[in-house]
T-cell receptor
């Protein structure tokens, strides 16, 4: 069973802080993704990576960056957190086809 | 850009009735269409998927149909039960690479006992 683990379930950060969200998968998947989930807006893709050190912007990359130094780990970075980045963040991985999601990190920026 | 539209946004049915959720997609090259179920406070989980070379797929009480010409695909749940209550998301692959998905906005299904 593929496991995708997100390091924090809940986070509260202050405006302007640099925030790191970590995601680790244990099934050697090539592809990893970061989405944010907001009511009524579904899942919106922030960034994805199809290989180590490779990354591509999704639909809403502004204010975010990512890092993939190892195949199993994909980090989302909020360079300077703002209140409009308060959201649920979901990480996912896949080799082909269907995604396996992590449990999500609910981030509140105050 | 490419998008996926999902309807309805909320759906309330009586236990035992059927539920249908519909999605349309814009990318004619899409070839993979998964459906995810997200229970309250939990992660989305894949419940069924279909590829473009198939028109229908069934798994017990759930089925998915695909009309490539019209760019429509639908989720059908028969004999609904209270545990079917959740948010359901459809998705379509971007282009012919099935690893990148675009999601619909979700349907909140409530099954009334």
């Amino acid at each position: 069973d593929v496991k995708v683990t997100q390091s924090s379930r809940y986070l509260v950060k202050r405006t302007g802080e640099k925030v790191f969200l970590e995601c680790v998968q244990d099934m050697d998947h090539e592809n990893m993704f970061w989405y944010r989930q907001d009511p009524g807006l579904g899942l919106r893709l922030i960034y994805f990576s199809y290989d180590v050190k490779m990354k591509e912007k999704g639909d809403i990359p502004e204010g975010y960056s990512v890092s993939r130094e190892k195949k199993e780990r994909f980090s989302l970075i909020l360079e300077s957190a703002s209140t409009n980045q308060t959201s649920m963040y979901l990480c996912a991985s896949s080799s082909w086809g269907g995604y396996t999601f992590g449990s999500g990190t609910r981030l509140t920026v105050v | 850009g490419e998008n996926v539209e999902q309807h309805p946004s909320t759906l309330s049915v009586q236990e035992g009735d059927s539920a249908v959720i519909k999605c349309t997609y814009s990318d004619s090259a899409s070839n993979y269409f998964p459906w995810y179920k997200q229970e309250l406070g939990k992660r989305p989980q894949l419940i069924i998927d279909i590829r473009s070379n198939v028109g229908e797929k069934k798994d017990q009480r759930i089925a998915v149909t695909l009309n490539k010409t019209a760019k429509h695909f639908s989720l059908h749940i028969t004999e609904t039960q209270p545990e079917d209550s959740a948010v359901y998301f459809c998705a379509a692959s971007m282009g012919d690479s099935s690893y990148k998905l675009i999601f619909g906005s979700g349907t909140r299904l409530l099954v009334r006992p």
